[in-house]
């Protein structure tokens, strides 16, 4: 009886452990996602002023994305080298579509 117990509290904890890793993966896919979409409108936009705006946009989704992909290494959700790998992925491609 007592196992049986035992393996049902096993069992909800992990399905509250892997809802819990999907919401930090899915929000990490899709904050990526509105970063390159940015990104794309960011090199399309001519007029200083819409430029300057999407640039405080972008650097803001920047922010946000950073802080989930760093929260996610701190729980063991994702492995470090590959939060640093997603991290200089689109940093690098920030500052490269900043500098002209």
Known sequence: MYKKQRNR??????NRNRIINKRYISTIKTLSKLFNLKIK???GITIPEERTKEKVITL???KNLYSIIDKAVKKGILHKNTAARKKSKVG???FTTIQY
């Open 9 to 14: 509290k096993t069992v909800q904890q992990n």
């Open 41 to 43: 409108e960011l090199q």
């Open 60 to 62: 803001n989704i920047l």
């Open 92 to 94: 690098k491609l920030y």
